[in-house]
């Protein structure tokens, strides 16, 4: 992946993202020029389909854009091959969702885990990281647990350790805690805050809760596709 020299953590220029729907061309996002600095946490807020989902899959390499650039950590993530982007992806970021995607027939401890060993970590390593993680969140007692045995609030922890397994540099969350009840949400939403100071890291994160979003240093709000200042 081809480097750049920058001072930012992530920066868009000039990005736009278009879908082909039969004869009409949606766009989604239309000149998006951010910037964010390093250990900054980030809020961005805006109406379904306003575009939020898709500037995190641009910043993390799920997706691309239609024109512009995406850098992040120095690296054109929007110009890298398949095979840099899955470094990229394995090593630098950490996604949380609003589902969790446990896998079913693995325990917590072996979903936390697995991204570690797919890094190449030691086996004896990895689950000793794991371990802590878990111990971390709250769930050293259920490290034995699958899925189905968890409550939709663990699940969500176990998602959040999975997320930070490899120590990356940035986290994504897509409304991590849309699925939960209110007591769930804020120990998921303290956790995650938590977590990101401990370890320095970047966070950007994708909701509807405007009181969520404002625990953010800064807030952003997506609307047709334009960012403006929330």
């Known amino acids: 992946m081809n480097g750049k020299q920058t001072d930012s953590h992530i920066r868009l220029d000039g990005v736009y993202k278009q879908y082909q729907s039969g004869a009409e061309r949606l766009t989604i996002l ?24 898709t500037l995190l899959n641009l910043i993390s390499g799920l997706d691309v854009p239609s024109s512009g650039s995406v ?6 993530v929007s110009h890298a091959s398949e095979t840099d982007l899955t470094e990229y992806r394995r090593s630098s970021v950490g996604l949380v969702y609003q589902f969790h995607y446990l896998l079913r027939d693995f ?13 190449g970590m030691d086996v004896h390593a990895a689950r000793e990281r794991a371990r802590r ?13 699958e899925p189905s045995r968890l409550s939709g609030g663990e699940r969500q922890r176990v998602a959040l350790a999975r997320a930070l397994m490899n120590s990356p540099r940035l986290l ?7 699925n939960l009840d209110e007591n769930n949400s804020r120990t998921v939403e303290a956790l995650m805050f ?7 890291a970047t966070l950007l994160l994708v909701t509807h809760d405007q ?9 952003l709000k997506l609307s047709h596709g334009r960012v403006e200042t929330a």
């Open 211 to 219: 009181d969520l979003a404002q625990r953010c240093a800064r807030t």
């Open 172 to 178: 994504l969350a897509d409304e991590p805690t849309g």
């Open 133 to 145: 993680l878990l111990h971390r969140v709250g769930l050293q007692d259920r490290e034995d647990h």
């Open 71 to 76: 850098y992040c950590d120095g690296h054109h």
């Open 30 to 53: 239309q000149d998006v020029t951010l910037s964010v600095d390093y250990g900054t946490t980030v809020g961005i807020t805006g109406e379904s389909g306003s575009g939020k989902s």
């Open 194 to 200: 938590e977590l990101v100071e401990e370890v320095g």
């Open 107 to 119: 325990t917590a401890l072996e979903n936390v885990t697995l991204p570690g060993r797919v890094a």
